[in-house]
């Protein structure tokens, strides 16, 4: 079982209530499906540009339990003609906000949530201990 954060853009607070994402992590999909078994969520967070908060955000939520942090795909991705593509999403600097959470929270990043683009599998950084125990 993984006890997963999930970390979303401002940008997209007040167009998405994480339903899909929500979706996906209860029945263990997408982005989710990286882990074994069921998950459950510890918290939610929303980032706010520049990003200064980020790895508080993180430290946060592992230590209200969370073994794994899962980043929302809006912030890497875009929604064109109905499907979702990989690049031009919310956030220019996710990878570089992903290493510094994993690095500085010492907690295991997971880029994607719901809506992954066709063929993009879910890059994990950090920790792996979550990975296998999960």
Same mark, same amino acid.
């Given at each position: 079982?993984?006890?997963? !954060?999930? $970390?979303?853009?401002? %940008?997209?607070?007040?167009?998405?209530?994480?339903?899909? &994402? =929500?979706?996906?992590?209860? #029945?263990?999909?997408?982005?989710?499906?990286?882990?074994?078994?069921?998950?459950?969520?510890?918290?939610?967070?929303?980032?706010?540009?520049?990003?200064?908060?980020?790895?508080?955000? !993180?430290? $946060?939520?592992?230590? %209200?339990?969370?073994?794994?942090?899962?980043?929302?795909? &809006? =912030?890497?991705?875009?929604? #064109?003609?109905?499907?979702?593509?990989?690049?031009?999403?919310?956030?220019?600097?996710?990878?570089?906000?992903?290493?510094?959470?994993?690095?500085?929270?010492?907690?295991?990043?997971?880029?994607?949530?719901?809506?992954?683009?066709?063929?993009?599998?879910?890059?994990?950084?950090?920790?792996?201990?979550?990975?296998? #125990?999960?």
């Amino acid at each position: 079982m993984a006890k997963i !954060g999930i $970390i979303r853009c401002e %940008k997209n607070e007040h167009k998405c209530p994480l339903t899909n &994402c =929500l979706k996906s992590l209860a #029945e263990g999909g997408q982005g989710f499906a990286v882990h074994q078994g069921p998950n459950t969520l510890v918290g939610v967070f929303t980032c706010r540009c520049p990003g200064d908060q980020a790895v508080n955000l !993180g430290k $946060i939520l592992k230590s %209200k339990g969370a073994e794994v942090i899962h980043w929302c795909t &809006c =912030l890497f991705a875009h929604k #064109e003609e109905g499907r979702w593509l990989a690049g031009d999403g919310f956030c220019q600097d996710v990878d570089s906000l992903i290493q510094r959470v994993a690095r500085e929270a010492e907690i295991t990043c997971v880029k994607g949530t719901a809506h992954l683009p066709q063929g993009y599998q879910p890059e994990v950084s950090g920790q792996d201990t979550a990975m296998r #125990e999960s």
